[in-house]
């Protein structure tokens, strides 16, 4: 069976976070199932490559998509590293960082500025609308477009994911609303629909540790890179219009740093213009053309020749 280059991004993933809990393998039990759970990973991708064809109609979805399954294991596992870890220096980082790029930390004065009710629930609905616009779009692309469709999307939305969790492994950051030097704002929409929503699912589902890059405005972008490629332009422009509208919302609602949610657009866009091309090439076209390497080492074959 042949291997997908999604697979060998899980099983890098899966090698890069075997070397971050191997340090605490001596003190912490929760980092020797941590290891074996990666090491499972990389057994997964052994029986890929080396098992029959999929016969079955569910096992063959299941091979396509297992990846993005995967990412709910990894994210759960974030919050028990960075609860082992700490964050404390790398959230005094980020916020330092924060204020001298872009004069003031945002998510602490912009909704104390702007305290209206319309507005808070507006940047809160935004925020919310990302938990209801992910999994619909992946859904269809996965299962109603076929099986190249379900492949580059698995592809590119993976990438993106573990390329924000690699970071959160090595250098957790919590954000501004987990920080004491930044109290959140309650206002007059504390008690709004969808800021309750929100509370809801990151006391349910929030992993600590996962602030920079924001995920939130990653996966938007990407959800609208696909749509680009695979829908009708008005959806394209909708789910780009959310796409521009998470990045303040993430501020506003005090879930992230203005930097995290740059950071998150500027990781997506890294995946789906430059990485994602670079996978998807046969072995012999992986070059590095920014450096000229590709050009020279074909001038040096034709000369050969």
């Given at each position: 069976m042949t291997l997908l280059p999604v697979d060998w991004v899980v099983a890098f993933y899966n090698v890069t976070l075997i070397g971050v809990w191997l340090p605490r393998a001596g003190e912490s039990a929760v980092a020797r199932w941590m290891i074996a759970v990666h090491a499972a990973g990389l057994g997964l991708l052994w029986l890929l490559a080396r098992g029959?064809?999929?016969?079955?109609?569910?096992?063959?979805?299941?091979?396509?998509?297992?990846?993005?399954?995967?990412?709910?294991?990894?994210w759960r596992e974030l919050g028990l590293h960075c609860g082992l870890v700490g964050s404390a220096p790398n959230d005094a980082y980020v916020a330092r960082l924060d204020q001298a790029l872009f004069g003031a930390n945002w998510s602490a004065v912009w909704a104390p500025a702007m305290p209206t009710g319309w507005l808070s629930e507006l940047m809160q609905g935004v925020y919310f609308a990302y938990y209801v616009a992910c999994p619909l779009v992946l859904l269809h692309l996965l299962l109603a477009r076929g099986r190249d469709t379900a492949r580059e999307t698995t592809l590119r939305m993976v990438l993106v994911y573990t390329g924000a969790y690699l970071v959160y492994a090595i250098a957790p950051t919590v954000g501004p609303m987990a920080m004491a030097e930044f109290p959140r704002f309650a206002g007059p929409a504390a008690s709004g629909l969808f800021r309750r929503l929100n509370d809801w699912l990151q006391a349910t589902g929030d992993a600590a540790g996962t602030a920079f890059p924001s995920t939130h405005v990653a996966g938007a972008v990407t959800l609208a890179w696909l749509a680009w490629r695979h829908y009708s332009q008005r959806l394209a422009w909708l789910l780009s219009a959310l796409a521009l509208l998470i990045a303040p919302?993430?501020?506003?609602?005090?879930?992230?740093?203005?930097?995290?949610?740059?950071?998150?657009?500027?990781?997506?866009?890294?995946?789906?213009?430059?990485?994602v091309p670079f996978l998807t090439r046969s072995p012999a076209e992986r070059r590095w053309p920014a450096l000229g390497f590709g050009t020279r080492l074909r001038e040096t074959e034709a000369e050969a020749a």
């Open positions: 029959p064809s999929l016969e079955w109609r569910l096992t063959r979805a299941l091979r396509e998509v297992y990846p993005i399954l995967w990412l709910l294991v990894f919302a993430t501020v506003y609602t005090q879930n992230h740093f203005l930097l995290d949610a740059v950071g998150g657009a500027l990781l997506a866009w890294w995946c789906q213009s430059w990485l």
